[in-house]
């Protein structure tokens, strides 16, 4: 196996866009879709936690892959969130991923029993050993309320190659910093993708190969600087562009779940977008979008 990581550099986490109906806006997302492409993104991950997966039935998931990888057409490789609290379901979605032309699957840990570690593990095996598609896990645990250790995924990596990364949506870059010792050291093939903004920096000067982070929706150009920069060996340029988080992060204090704020961004920065959120998360009020607006002109994004 080569010791490229697969998966690498900028990946935002596409939001899902939606009609007032709750029907996907097909129009909107061939527009969010372009815009991100156009940026040089290195790739695209639908049905995230701000792609509002957990709030939809299989259908949904299953008609929005479809659309998302037909349309994206291979310009850049597809990534769809199949987790589930049920591996039945994992294993369904990772099958319609393959299907609809996607090039791999992330997979976040079951999200309301808490597991034993040979339970998970299991899950996990279970949906390795069927997966047709490589496999990034999802380690979110202020979400899931179980945190896959470095040991946990060395062990699962171990047993099925297939397990290419991992997105680290942790506050500690102490943990990221392990998970790439650990990882690297004995997989230098798998990809470590931080999941917070301003984690991308600390992560790729230790040894991490990008990020999946959201405000990469509307800012594209913060992320892929950052990371180019990296490339570049250009530490001071990095430096500027990572002040420029400072007051953006802000921006997730405002509302709870976030995908309201992401999109209100969006719309902000340019792209005649709809705004609408399946419940029962609710648009983005007029005064939080003040509030939005105000933190994206600090970053000098407006």
């Known amino acids: 196996m ?8 900028i990946i935002p986490p596409v939001s899902t866009l939606l009609k007032e109906s709750g029907e996907i806006d097909r129009e909107g997302m061939k527009l969010l879709i372009d815009h991100l492409i156009d940026a040089g993104v290195h790739g695209l991950f639908f049905l995230g936690t701000g792609g509002e997966f957990s709030q939809m039935s299989l259908s949904e998931r299953k008609t929005l892959t479809e659309f998302v990888c037909s349309y994206v057409n291979g310009r850049v490789p597809v990534i769809i969130g199949t987790g589930s609290t049920s591996t039945r379901d994992v294993i369904q979605l990772n099958d319609h991923a393959k299907s609809a032309g996607a090039d791999g699957v992330v997979i976040i840990n079951p999200y309301y029993w808490p597991l034993t570690e040979e339970h998970l593990f299991q899950h996990y095996s279970e949906i390795a050993e069927r997966s047709p598609l490589p ?7 202020a979400l899931t309320g179980q945190e896959l250790t470095p040991d946990f995924v060395c062990k699962l990596v171990d047993k099925h190659p297939n397990v290419v990364g991992i997105k680290e949506t942790v506050d500690a870059t102490g943990h990221i910093r392990e998970m790439i010792y650990v990882m690297k050291k004995k997989h230098p093939h798998f990809s470590i993708l931080c999941g917070y903004d301003d984690h991308l920096l600390p992560t790729l000067a230790l040894g991490g190969d990008g990020a999946i982070s959201a405000t990469t929706n509307f800012a594209p150009e913060l992320q892929m600087g950052i990371y180019n ?9 990095a430096a500027e562009l990572q002040k420029r988080f400072v007051p953006l992060l802000n921006m ?15 719309r902000l920065r340019g792209l005649e977008i709809e705004t609408h959120i399946l419940p029962p998360a609710r648009t983005l009020s007029e005064e939080k979008k003040a ?10 994004l407006l």
Do not use: C, H
């Not at 496999?135 to 645990?141: E, K, R, T």
């Not at 920069?229 to 340029?237: D, F, Q």
């Open 229 to 237: 920069a990296i490339l570049e060996s250009n530490w001071k340029k």
């Open 291 to 300: 509030i939005l607006k105000t933190l994206m002109e600090e970053a000098g």
């Open 2 to 9: 080569s010791n490229q990581p697969q998966f690498r550099g």
């Open 135 to 141: 496999i990034i896990l999802y380690n979110f645990p």
């Open 252 to 266: 997730y204090k405002i509302d709870t779940p976030f995908v309201n704020v992401i999109k209100e961004a969006i």
